[in-house]
T-cell receptor
Framework: AQSVAQPEDQVNVAEGNPLTVKCTYS??????LFWYVQYPNRGLQFLLK??????LVKGSYGFEAEFNKSQTSFHLKKPSALVSDSALYFC???????????FGTGTRLQVTL | NAGVTQTPKFRILKIGQSMTLQCTQD?????MYWYRQDPGMGLKLIYY???????DKGEVPNGYNVSRSTTEDFPLRLELAAPSQTSVYFC?????????????FGSGTQLSVL
């Protein structure tokens, strides 16, 4: 069965600094990977996805994610954090067609001035 | 477009009561989903539907029922509320179940069972 791990419950970053939110996955076969963001009192919003091709995927709001097959990781990154990036971030994996999306437990990103 | 709309936003139930969480989408999506979000547990799939008249169980279906009489609506029914059902519930939709397709989420219903 597929699984997703987000090892950090919270990540604290100063505004202007780079940020990384970690995600590792376990699936059989080629994974389809996603990042979603949840702002307070809102539903999840799609950020970006990896299907095939370039290992560096660019998404919304200046975020990008790097797919690393050998390390089975899909870390979310941003070169310069903003206070408005503070939110809950979820990694998700869907291993094959007709399979369901499996979400990680979420990482809370706190960006401070 | 409104996207995915959920009502109510908040609700407190007593043990044993029943209620229906409403979900409607105006994007003509075929697939709809119900998730629950518990602290530190991520999202768990309760039920999903691939089209009107078709529903199927997800990971945690016990204590819930769904129906899909129209493409737009996908209500979630709790028949005998229990404290274990205290959670935040999210409805989501997608045009198809394609592997690379993103989901659109509603803003959630926070339910407390006391």
């Amino acid at each position: 069965a597929q699984s997703v791990a987000q090892p950090e419950d919270q990540v604290n970053v100063a505004e202007g600094n780079p940020l990384t939110v970690k995600c590792t996955y376990s699936v059989s076969g080629n994974p389809y990977l996603f990042w979603y963001v949840q702002y307070p009192n809102r539903g999840l919003q799609f950020l970006l996805k990896y299907i095939t091709g370039d290992n560096l995927v660019k998404g919304s709001y200046g975020f990008e994610a790097e797919f690393n097959k050998s390390q089975t990781s899909f870390h979310l990154k941003k070169p310069s954090a903003l206070v408005s990036d503070s939110a809950l971030y979820f990694c998700a994996v869907r291993p094959a067609p007709a399979s369901k999306l499996t979400f990680g437990t979420g990482t809370r990103l706190q960006v401070t001035l | 477009n409104a996207g995915v709309t959920q009502t109510p936003k908040f609700r407190i139930l007593k043990i044993g009561q029943s209620m229906t969480l409403q979900c409607t989408q105006d994007m003509n999506h075929n697939y709809m989903y119900w998730y629950r979000q518990d602290p530190g547990m991520g999202l768990k799939l309760i039920y999903y539907s691939v089209g009107a008249g078709i529903t199927d169980k997800g990971e945690v279906p016990n204590g819930y029922n769904v129906s899909r009489s129209t493409t737009e609506d996908f209500p979630l029914r709790l028949e005998l509320a229990a404290p274990s059902q205290t959670s935040v519930y999210f409805c989501a939709s997608s045009y198809s179940g394609s592997t690379n397709e993103k989901l659109f989420f509603g803003s959630g219903t926070q339910l407390s069972v006391l």
